[in-house]
């Protein structure tokens, strides 16, 4: 069974930066896809990045140049840089992962992954 723990979060100024970090264990020797999620309170859970099973990174448009996905195989590490902060990105941020490579054409699809941490929260202050 795959676990998924999560950390890195906290409160930070708008403009700053946060590393998150999610360790997993419970792999089987094939090939993960991973990404990260976030969910404010009474909001759907969206898609922010994803990186496929060859470590094709992927993300939503108002992230894109300000966060990085990055997978540390040796270490069953999965990060996220997140710099240039803003209010909105503020949320309970959760790591997901499932074997194998991301659907094609659909990199960002929640429903994609079966394996979910249990979040880190995230606090922006303007």
């Known amino acids: 069974q795959v676990q998924l723990v999560e950390s890195g979060g906290g409160s930070v100024q708008a403009g700053g930066s946060l590393r998150l970090s999610c360790v997993a264990s419970?792999?089987?020797?094939?090939?993960?896809?991973m990404g990260w999620f976030r969910q404010e309170p009474g909001s759907e859970r969206e898609a922010v990045a994803t990186i496929d099973s060859d470590d094709s990174p992927h993300y939503i448009d108002s992230v894109k140049g300000r966060f990085t996905i990055s997978k540390d195989s040796a270490k069953s590490t999965l990060y996220l840089q997140m710099n240039s902060l803003k209010p909105e990105d503020a949320a309970m941020y959760f790591c997901a992962a499932d074997e194998g490579p991301l659907w094609t054409g659909l990199p960002l699809m929640e429903s994609r992954f079966g394996y979910w941490g249990q979040g880190t929260q995230v606090t922006i202050s303007s």
């Open positions: 419970g792999y089987s020797s094939r090939p993960y896809s």
